[in-house]
């Protein structure tokens, strides 16, 4: 009998090399001794999806039952907000002012993954298309899947760590530096949009997203406060959660999770990520950077944003649009893919209270916007994702 040795990688397992048995081999030695060709009297197994297989179709499903949901939660907005003549509106819009807030959407996650780039290459140098595609999956993951974006620095972390050869701590210090920049930036954006729309004119009830910038401002303080100055605390926390699982496992006689979540390898993770971390922070040049390119995206998305708006032949100020747009994204919290419901009933809010439309016109625009924002992404990013499968095989 013949053996092939398999290795595999998973986030969760680690390298693992396993034994699999020749099935021609297995053939010949079920063959009788004299040379009959009489086969051993097995019983038929039947076919059986592996593990891995196994394993490649639950993010699948959970993907497509989560986007069959949002669509649900988009014909139930669209049916509450005007119905036909909202779908009306967003038909008639101009196809050329829609292809450019398609292209400022597409670009707005550019500028994210660039600026991520920046924060991993202060431990590793990144970049060219491989990097691109490999963000653009991560991007994909993140998008579609239920939870997605409360998940997203593990999946980002995942999908950018394991082209490179870097460690998922590092990966993932990077990727908590360029998520603070990109709350933080939010906020800003969002704060100045509001301040010029207060001086230009008066505006509705704003105080839910006010509200929501001042819970992003709290929350990224408190991460702040954490990762430089609580770090103790952080280990702490982390070691105690790990430590029951730990437990748990060699209760359950989980071998691999055992060993994963001993004490001494976790704490050797922590000190990697707060390693990386500190590397990353040092570098001011390219911290500066990581921010400025996360700014760039939010006022790419308020671009797409009063770009949606034009093609529907809506006027709404700049400054309105530079307002909803990352505000939408921090109140207009949904666990559907993409925060689909939640974000459309925000932004839909948001142009009501800013630029006085009526509420069928600013669902209309919310529809379009998102169409520029989040289903052309989630297209494109799929295409990503499908060439990276084809150019880089893992």
Known sequence: ?????????????????????????????????????????????????????????????????????????LVIFISLTGGREVVVAVARADLRLVAVGCIAGVAAISSWGESLRQALSTAKPVGGLHYRLAYRSGDFARQVLPMGHLSGSAIASYAVSRPFGLQYEEALAAVTVADLLNLLSAVTIS????????????????????AGLLGALTVASAIFVLVTRRRDLLERAVVAVVAVGHRLAARLGISTAERLLRPDSVEQRIESYFRTLDTVA????????????AALGWVAFGTALAVAATALDVEIPLAAALFVAPASGLVGWSPLPGGSGGVEVAVTAGLVA???????????VALLYRVCGYWVVVAVDAAATGLLAALYPS
């Open 1 to 73: 009998m013949t053996t092939m040795r398999v290795i595999s990688y998973s986030p969760v397992m680690g390298w693992r090399s396993k034994s699999v048995r020749n099935a021609t081999t297995e053939r010949d030695e079920g063959q009788s001794a004299d040379g009959s060709g009489l086969k051993s009297l097995h019983p038929l197994q039947p076919d059986v999806a592996s593990p891995r297989t196994r394993t490649r179709l639950r993010p699948a499903v959970r993907a497509v039952v989560g986007i069959a949901l949002a669509i649900v939660v």
């Open 191 to 210: 704060t100045l949009g509001l301040l010029f729309l207060l001086l230009d004119s008066d505006i509705g009830d704003v105080r839910t997203f006010v």
């Open 282 to 293: 040092e570098n001011r040049k390219r911290v500066a950077l990581a921010g400025v390119f």
């Open 354 to 364: 800013t630029a006085g439309v009526p509420v069928s016109t600013a669902a209309a």
